[in-house]
T-cell receptor
Framework: GAGVSQTPSNKVTEKGKYVELRCDPISGHTALYWYRQSLGQGPEFLIYFQGTGAADDSGLPNDRFFAVRPEGSVSTLKIQRTERGDSAVYLC???????????????FGEGSRLTVL | DAKTTQPTSMDCAEGRAANLPCNHSTISGNEYVYWYRQIHSQGPQYIIHGLKNNETNEMASLIITEDRKSSTLILPHATLRDTAVYYCIVRGDYNTNAGKSTFGDGTTLTVKP
């Protein structure tokens, strides 16, 4: 597709359940980012991948959160034992490989809205 | 990444210029200023970025002070569709450090008829 695709767009789950959120970045983009956005706040950084490896996971709030990008393209954010406080919009972004003329622009998806009841 | 400070909200009349300020007094010499905006229920969208020179593109202009401690995003002729939250971010050179961008809470710009 032309843009970053995130699925599902909406997810309602019960406290304690396991959730997976998927991000399909723009083709050829080597960097992939996950952010979390609560109502009325700016996006909060979670984790950043360069290729298949997590280059910076300092924003993951605790060990219930995990993300993978096994083939350097699609990424999955996994949340175990969900809590009501995990309710938020989870945003994914990708960016072009580093190189001359690269603006460093992040291309964001529409987000996955997670509601934990 | 350096911290930024923006006003919580601003209003602008349709057709007038919207000037959105950002303070980044702890910016380092190799850090760029980026602006994004987020329209309700959408992901943030890149607007413009700069290092020390003023920049202009089809969306906006970016004015960075000589000491680089603050900047202003200018939307020359605001329309109702420019109503959004605007985020100012500073980050290192993407080509040497394609790391995280730290967003604050941004400025909510409301363009009024």
């Amino acid at each position: 597709g032309a843009g970053v695709s995130q699925t599902p767009s909406n997810k309602v789950t019960e406290k304690g359940k396991y959730v997976e959120l998927r991000c399909d970045p723009i083709s050829g983009h080597t960097a992939l980012y996950w952010y979390r956005q609560s109502l009325g706040q700016g996006p909060e950084f979670l984790i950043y991948f360069q290729g298949t490896g997590a280059a910076d996971d300092s924003g993951l709030p605790n060990d219930r959160f995990f993300a993978v990008r096994p083939e350097g393209s699609v990424s999955t954010l996994k949340i175990q034992r969900t809590e009501r406080g995990d309710s938020a919009v989870y945003l994914c972004a990708s960016s072009r490989p580093t190189g001359v003329g690269n603006t460093g622009e992040l291309f964001f998806g529409e987000g996955s809205r997670l509601t934990v009841l | 990444d350096a911290k930024t400070t923006q006003p919580t909200s601003m209003d602008c009349a349709e057709g007038r210029a919207a000037n959105l300020p950002c303070n980044h007094s702890t910016i380092s010499g190799n850090e760029y200023v980026y602006w994004y905006r987020q329209i309700h229920s959408q992901g943030p969208q890149y607007i413009i970025h700069g290092l020390k020179n003023n920049e202009t593109n089809e969306m906006a202009s970016l004015i960075i002070t000589e000491d680089r401690k603050s900047s202003t995003l200018i939307l020359p002729h605001a329309t109702l569709r420019d109503t959004a939250v605007y985020y100012c971010i500073v980050r290192g050179d993407y080509n040497t450090n394609a790391g995280k961008s730290t967003f604050g809470d941004g400025t909510t710009l409301t363009v009024k008829p």
